[in-house]
């Protein structure tokens, strides 16, 4: 693809155009931008569209999220905070699991497709006028980040709740000032752009902390959380700590999710706390988002105090997070799971041993060609009995030949069945899990991909 991306006529949509047309006209432009695996890192881009819009990310406070797994969670659930203290949000988040409109929450709910295409049409022409003035022109994830905060401005929010796309520093995101920056586990993921070690992808995360502001920190391998303490003394940032200033006290195991106990930043804690999601990483998840929202609340710390218990129940009972060990069939259990990466398999790995009696698990993986695929299997291979490989219908999703060679190697010749499509990859999955004769001890796990995980979701008919 050249540089300059092909450019896009404002096209007016004819009355009568079906919606769902509109946002396939819409899809098919974006996709014609460099996609979100392509990168230039420079903030001058998304820079000169907000100049053009009138800045409409300084429209609203944030609280801005990064990390290598586990935002998404978090970023939902301090979302579901904020709306049970009745704040006006708007959500960014990617990729998303079904619907490109998943990206862009109002109020909990994504955006509406009319609503959608209508921000689309309305900066289009403004995106035009950038990718003329520079070297390179706008990617996919640039325009969405656009229409993100000019879709936030317009509504307005009260508060906005932005998740990272990759890295930090010269993340499209990036251009906005935010009074709270959480930081979630950081592990080795796009390594190729973010650096080979934690300390070094550490180096991106940790540049959406601002002067000023507060940085929650989930726990750290010593080189990320250095680099990170580093940076927030360079611009003078209050840094709030998993298991220093806040964490979790304590967490037992409940019929669909987990019982938890929380310390707040003013070192009170937050008892009794239902979180509808499996695994001691969610719990984690809930301790950052908690301390997020505390934190711009101005609450904790030499303050003191706590927010309200009921509504913090209330909003972490109402989580969900789709595509997250999911369950969406039962006999047998059908899960699906987005792990993509060694650190995000071992978790859903030990919330599967920790929550699920499984006698027999099969596993239906497809995964990107430039994930450490290796290392994502090796974490899997003691859980899953037998592994059905398969593809998705992603440009960098990794070949089915190629995946099952990697497996192969890993399950042995006899663990490892190939059904290059799908649908025919679960139906196998089902049919060798059903072999046990214990339908309530056997199940199916959907995972390698977050695409992989929202086409199961369509199979499967979850919405």
């Known amino acids: ?26 899809e098919q432009e974006l996709a014609k931008r460099w996609p979100e695996n392509k990168l230039e890192p420079s903030l001058d881009r998304i820079e000169a569209l907000m100049d053009i819009l009138g800045q409409p990310q300084r429209a609203f406070p944030s609280i801005h999220i990064t990390g290598t797994n586990g935002k998404t969670s978090t970023a939902r659930m301090v979302e579901q905070l904020l709306n049970a203290f009745e704040l ?29 295409v209508e921000t689309y049409r309305d900066i289009e022409p403004y995106v035009r006028m950038v990718d003329e003035g520079q070297p390179v022109a706008m990617s996919f994830f640039e325009v969405l980040t656009g229409m993100a905060y000019a879709a936030f401005a317009d509504t307005p929010v009260d508060v906005a709740v932005v998740e990272v796309g990759m890295g930090g520093s010269w993340d499209a995101t990036n251009v ?25 992808i550490a180096v991106e995360k940790s540049g959406i902390i601002k002067p000023g502001a507060i940085a929650v920190v989930a726990q750290q391998q010593l080189d990320a959380a250095q680099t990170i303490l580093k940076r927030a003394v360079e611009v003078d940032a209050t840094v709030a700590r998993e ?21 707040g930043l003013g070192g009170e804690d937050y008892e009794d706390i239902f979180i509808p999601l499996h695994g001691e990483h969610q719990a984690q998840n809930a301790s950052l988002a908690l301390a997020a929202v505390e934190a711009f609340f101005g609450v904790g710390g030499a303050r003191g105090g706590k927010l309200d218990i009921d509504k913090v129940r209330q909003a972490f009972a109402g989580v969900s997070s789709p595509g997250r060990l999911e369950v969406v069939r039962r006999s047998p259990t059908i899960l699906l799971d987005a792990a993509h990466n060694p650190a995000g398999a071992e978790a859903t790995v030990a919330a599967i041993s920790e929550s699920f009696g499984f006698t027999k698990l099969v596993g239906v993986i497809a995964t ?14 003691p859980l899953l009995s037998e592994v059905v490989v398969t593809e998705n219908s992603t440009h960098r999703r990794m070949p089915v030949d190629e995946l099952a060679a990697v497996a192969v ?55």
Do not use: W
């Not at 699991?97 to 959608?116: K, M, Q, Y």
């Not at 056997?442 to 369509?458: D, F, K, M, P, Q």
């Open 1 to 26: 693809m050249s540089d300059k991306a092909e450019q896009n006529p404002y096209t007016i949509r004819p009355d009568g155009a079906e919606p769902a047309d509109t946002l396939r006209d819409v």
């Open 88 to 116: 006006r949000t708007g959500r960014y988040t990617s990729p998303h699991v079904e619907s490109v409109t998943e990206r862009i929450s109002l109020d909990g709910s994504p955006i509406s497709v009319e609503r959608f």
């Open 176 to 200: 906005i000032d935010a009074a709270v920056s959480v930081i979630t586990p950081i592990s080795l993921d796009h390594t190729d752009k973010l650096g080979s070690t934690t300390g070094e």
């Open 243 to 263: 298991g220093m200033e806040f964490g979790v006290r304590h967490r037992e195991v409940a019929i669909g999710g987990q019982l938890i106990t929380l310390r």
């Open 368 to 381: 990107s060609g430039d994930k450490d695929v290796s290392g994502l299997l090796s974490a899997f291979e």
């Open 409 to 463: 190697e890993i399950f042995g010749e006899d663990r490892v069945q190939v059904e290059p499509r799908l649908d025919e990859a679960i139906d196998a999955a089902v049919t060798l899990a059903e072999e046990e004769g214990d339908l309530g001890g056997c199940g199916v796990l959907v995972t390698g991909s977050v695409i992989t995980v929202g086409e199961a979701r369509l199979l499967l008919g979850r919405k």
